[in-house]
């Protein structure tokens, strides 16, 4: 049968009612600038005529009927494509306040036209979920006896942790007589800015980031490391002595090693270290992906590719025919190309098998930690399904490994690192020294960071959350210089100090009161509580009402 | 906060005297519990010959009693000299101690041809037995099994306790004794809560709390080494590390303090064994502690110690003169102890500072994490 054509209505038309976001705008306020059209990131608003009814009043006129005006307004757009992300642009640079999008209280219905050609929906930025287990967590063995609290202000507090294999005592000072190696280890702030690539992020960002990094190791003595994620780095800073504060990442796609290799020679030091990725906490066995519209000529140069194609990294290492071998392969080679003088350890994602992963990590004399990625890790391009299903939480999975090198007496040998919604809702210092206490030797922020340090507008209601598409309206992950010219580097290094700072301060406000100050209270499970019985007994905690 | 005294002498002296310390500070413990470690013993009622094992503990029951007997005679040993402790049960608050014993033992005749290392580990080991087997219904309490040393410890205040046992009485006399008046902090009143405490020849006693003490009470347990058990105060975990550091990784004395308390790292990067003390501590790191502690301790050879943990917020003093020297948690435990003195040459360490009280007693040491670290000694 003919569909009846005069009714404009597909299976996928939309009202701005099916959105998630709806843009509510006053046109008594409105002097129609175009600032909030021009901005928008996703051309979801647009300029149009719009009629309006004038009824008239007058009784005694013998003319009946309504009278109609035609005026400019603004509307949004229905299509997908151009759907409102919620980012809030608009709101931002309206002079009058006449603009800004809400949160669709009805259902979502564009979620079920997400598909369209076929393609599953994709989306940068986070898990969506504002949960968080490691926001009730509690600290609460408080010094009140004969161990004083201390005074936060005043007292000397050690803070840092380390980075890199530790030796069992008999094995080191065995080594030392012997002289033989040691391995390597870094002393370092145990917040560390996570890995977000040189292609995901704008070359303002990161230049932003790794200025405040260098400030705060060079000025505030915090030992402060950034990961760079894959796709290498500029060479000139591989070639600088910033490189000390970078931990350089290689991953599946292996981008950008090209560079660092031929670098070394003129590397005037160490890096901090050297993360292999194989695995990532908000899209499990996806690689990396570099849409192409983000692969600029800078960035092509740096990974040694055309511009303008597709990134996929692969979901695994080519070479490699399990991780064991990878491990042994990977670890040593990389070891090997700094001559044994930079700790390498691996990445993987939240997983039932991370425990696996550790314990053949403990019997490698080369790997130099383990770094866990939980599911409310952030990504800057997945399928929406990775991101919101798929991938292990980060609590449970660091507690068994840690509670496993226990039971073995290794725990810390091999440092255990934890990352994955570390301060999803903004309780960064809290979500961190939680996973401390649980017995991460220190843990990764990446959306923290780019939320508070740059002004990243991505919430877990689903704002934003279109790094992967380079259309970052603060130009935080865009590479087009028409966006990323509205992030001033100088002020994102001022952001990334304070940050540091504010966690610097609070960590002593929290290690405080519990008497503890010599040294990072890695494992200290017996301050912890949580009000969640369940949890409690998971995490082998105190459950505390 | 824990009240400490201890005294080391070249002339044996009566316990009784360090307790009198302890009532010069009794503002700072509350009765429950007292621990005493003798060393260097002499009995006035039994000629005590050197390397004989001395077995302290309490037994519950009659039948505690008569297992004790029966597992010590299993494993070869011989019943030297019993001790008769003049009780006077009514000032005890406890109403199960069925005797308390201090035996001296002989040997059994096989661990001749032993080494000394063999011959400690199984000294260790029967302890450890009698230890479990008293844990099953908690009839038997075991302190030590070890040779020149004794161990009383009980629950009520100091001097009552004293005078409970008859410690009075001059018939237990030893060259060191270290005491402590407990007060009870997080953890329950229990007999194995009690300091002193000792592993193989090494005893420690402390004040304060260590607030690291549950991930170092999981990395010491996680070590499997079979005398690293108990840790029903934090403060056991000080005697196991300075056993584990002096006798596992062989280290000298000095070490201990580097373990427990290592130096920031820009301190160490002016130490002139900086580096390998930085490696030392990442590798002990499990192993810091954080106090605020004063802590003391003695070792086989009579050598005593006294340091305090990096906040320096528990002060303790060490004072006397060639011979004899006594180091409290308060100045008048000092003054109670050996009031004829010199007291400007009282000392208190700082918090870089281990003194050391050498077995010859003609004066004591002081050592600082900054002096040079004996490497030569350290492989």
């Given amino acids: 049968m003919v569909s009846i054509r005069s009714i404009p209505s597909t299976p996928s038309s939309l009202t701005y009612n099916d959105l998630p976001w709806i843009i509510e705008h006053r046109e008594d306020r409105c002097t129609l600038c175009g600032r909030c059209t021009s901005i928008c990131p996703t051309q979801s608003l647009h300029l149009t005529y719009h009629r309006q009814r004038m009824p008239q009043l007058g009784i005694l006129k013998k003319k009946r009927g309504s009278e109609y005006r035609v005026f400019t307004g603004i509307r949004q757009s229905t299509s997908l494509e151009h759907r409102c992300t919620g980012c809030g642009m608009c709101s931002m640079v309206c002079p009058n306040e006449a603009i800004g999008p809400f949160p669709n209280s009805n259902d979502d219905r564009a979620r079920f036209h997400s598909h369209q050609k076929g393609e599953a929906w994709k989306r940068g930025g986070r898990r969506n979920d504002r949960h968080s287990l490691l926001d009730q967590l509690s600290f609460n063995r408080i010094s009140m006896l004969t161990d004083p609290a201390l005074d936060a202000g005043r007292h000397e507090f050690y803070l840092n942790t380390i980075l890199g294999r530790v030796l069992p005592p008999e094995e080191y000072i065995r080594r030392q007589a012997a002289g033989e190696w040691i391995p390597p280890t870094r002393e370092i702030f145990p917040f560390i800015i996570g890995s977000m690539s040189f292609g995901a992020l704008s070359p303002n960002m990161w230049l932003g980031l790794l200025q405040g990094v260098a400030y705060c190791n060079e000025v505030l003595n915090i030992p402060v490391v950034m990961c760079t994620g894959e796709g290498g780095c500029p060479p000139w800073v591989l070639k600088s002595p910033f490189l000390k504060y970078l931990v350089l990442q290689i991953a599946s796609g292996y981008f950008g090693w090209d560079e660092i290799i031929r670098a070394i020679p003129d590397m005037q030091c160490d890096p901090a270290a050297i993360e292999i990725k194989y695995g990532q906490g908000a899209k499990p066995g996806d690689g990396g992906l570099l849409m192409w519209f983000k692969v600029s000529q800078l960035i092509a140069r740096l990974r040694g590719v055309p511009e303008g194609v597709d990134l996929p990294s692969p979901p695994v290492h080519q070479t490699l025919y399990s991780i064991e071998e990878s491990v042994m392969k990977m670890i040593q080679t990389l070891s090997m190309a700094w001559d044994f003088r930079v700790p390498v350890y691996p990445k993987i994602s939240g997983s039932t098998s991370a425990k696996a992963v550790l314990n053949n990590l403990v019997r490698n004399p080369y790997a130099s930690g383990l770094l866990i990625d939980g599911i409310d890790g952030g990504t800057g391009a997945a399928y929406n399904v990775s991101m919101d299903a798929t991938g292990h939480a980060i609590a449970s999975n660091l507690r068994d490994c840690y509670l496993d090198l226990v039971a073995q007496g290794k725990q810390n040998e091999i440092p255990l690192f934890a990352a994955g919604g570390v301060g999803k809702n903004g309780n960064v210092t809290q979500n961190g020294m939680g996973l401390i206490m649980l017995g991460a030797s220190g843990v990764h922020i990446g959306k923290y960071i780019l939320q508070a340090a740059a002004g990243c507008l991505g919430n877990e209601k689903n704002r934003c959350n279109v790094c992967n598409l380079g259309i970052c309206p603060k130009g935080i992950t865009s590479q087009n210089p028409k966006l990323y010219r509205r992030l001033d580097p100088d002020q994102v290094a001022q952001r990334v100090v304070d940050v540091f700072m504010g966690i610097r301060t609070e960590m002593k406000k929290i290690m405080a009161p519990l008497g503890r100050s010599q040294s990072l209270p890695v494992g200290m499970s017996d301050a912890l509580g949580i009000g969640d019985e369940p949890a409690a007994r998971r995490l082998k905690i105190r459950y505390v009402c | ?379």
């Avoid at chain 2, 009870?184 to 006693?205: D, E, K, R, S, W």
């Avoid at chain 2, 062989?250 to 160490?268: F, G, M, N, Q, W």
């Avoid at chain 2, 400007?344 to 077995?359: C, G, H, K, Y």
Wanted: some cysteine; hydrophobic content about 40%; proline content about 6%.
């Fill in chain 2, 1 to 379: 906060m824990c009240r400490l005294a201890m005294k080391t002498a070249a002339e044996p002296f009566s316990p009784y005297t360090v307790l009198q310390a302890m009532e010069a500070m009794q503002e700072g413990y509350d009765g429950s519990g007292l621990g005493l470690l003798l060393r260097g013993m002499n009995f006035a009622d039994f000629n005590y010959q050197a390397g004989e094992p001395i077995l302290s503990g309490i037994a519950h029951s009659e039948a505690a009693l008569h297992r004790l007997n029966q597992m010590l005679q299993d494993r070869g040993f011989t019943l030297k000299y019993d001790h008769e402790f003049q009780v006077r049960p009514e000032l005890i608050e406890a109403k199960d101690r069925h005797k308390y014993f201090l035996r001296v033992y002989k040997q059994p005749l096989s661990w001749k041809e032993w080494s000394r290392e063999q011959v400690e580990n199984e000294l260790m080991l029967t302890r450890l037995a009698l230890r479990e087997d008293g844990l099953r219904d908690n009839d038997l309490t075991v302190f030590s099994f070890w040779p020149d040393v004794a161990i009383i410890k009980e629950v009520g205040w100091p001097l009552q306790v004293g005078d409970a046992l008859g410690l009075a009485d001059n018939r237990i006399t030893s060259r060191i004794c270290m005491a402590q008046g407990r007060q009870n902090t997080n953890y329950g009143i229990n007999l194995y809560a009690c300091h002193p405490f000792f592993i193989q020849g090494v005893g420690t006693m402390t004040n304060g709390e260590n607030t690291a003490f549950v991930p170092i009470k999981e990395y010491l347990t996680g070590l499997h080494r079979p005398g690293y058990v108990g840790y029903q105060s934090d403060s056991e975990v000080f005697a196991h590390i300075l056993h584990y550091v002096t006798r596992e990784l062989k280290l000298p004395l000095e070490a201990y303090k580097h373990v427990i308390t290592p130096l920031k790292t820009e301190e160490l990067e002016k130490h002139p064994q900086g580096r390998f003390l930085r490696g030392l501590r990442d590798a002990c790191r499990r192993m810091i502690i954080d106090g605020p502690n004063c802590v003391m301790g003695s070792m086989p050879d009579e050598t005593c110690l006294l340091l305090m943990d990096t906040k320096k917020m528990r002060p303790a003093t060490i004072g006397g003169r060639p011979g004899e020297w006594a180091m409290a948690s308060e100045m008048c435990g000092v003054d109670a102890m050996i009031p004829h003195r010199d007291k400007s040459l009282d000392f208190q360490p700082m918090r870089e500072n281990t003194v050391i009280v050498p077995a010859h007693r003609k004066e004591f040491v002081i050592w600082s994490q900054f002096d040079p670290y004996p490497l030569h000694r350290a492989a």
